[in-house]
């Protein structure tokens, strides 16, 4: 089994940054790409960015570009979220997720997923 522990949420006035992290940790994974998504309570999980593991090229959301990074750090097993300029509509749990194909923003083809962070942005 793989697992993916997330941290770095709390709670942020709007403008101003947090930085995610997610430890992947467990089986030997073939890991293709690596992404985070997002929930906002009563709306439907969201893709916010990917990259994939190997090349570090990135895929991300048009609602965060220009606002969020995703990056990698293979040595730590570790994908991050910079996330600035936050406004209160990125209000959500932050969830990581792991794929062992060229998943992109398409959860289905995710193969596991953490426990998720909560973001709160106060305006």
């Known amino acids: 089994q793989v697992q993916l522990v997330e941290s770095g949420g709390g709670l942020v006035q709007a403008g101003g940054s947090l930085r995610l992290s997610c430890v992947a940790s467990?089986?030997?994974?073939?890991?293709?790409?690596m992404g985070w998504f997002r929930q906002a309570p009563g709306k439907e999980r969201e893709f916010v960015a990917s990259?994939?593991?190997?090349?570090?090229?990135?895929y991300v959301a048009d609602s965060v570009k220009g606002r969020f990074t995703i990056s990698r750090d293979s040595a730590k097993d570790t994908v991050y979220l910079q996330m600035n300029s936050l406004k209160p509509e990125d209000t959500a749990v932050y969830y990581c997720?792991?794929?062992?194909?060229?998943?992109?923003?398409?959860?289905?083809?995710?193969?596991?997923w953490g426990q998720g962070t909560q973001v709160t942005v106060s305006s």
């Open positions: 997720a792991a794929s062992s194909v060229a998943a992109y923003g398409m959860d289905y083809k995710y193969d596991y």
């Open positions: 467990g089986r030997t994974f073939s890991r293709n790409t």
């Open positions: 990259i994939r593991w190997n090349s570090g090229s990135t």
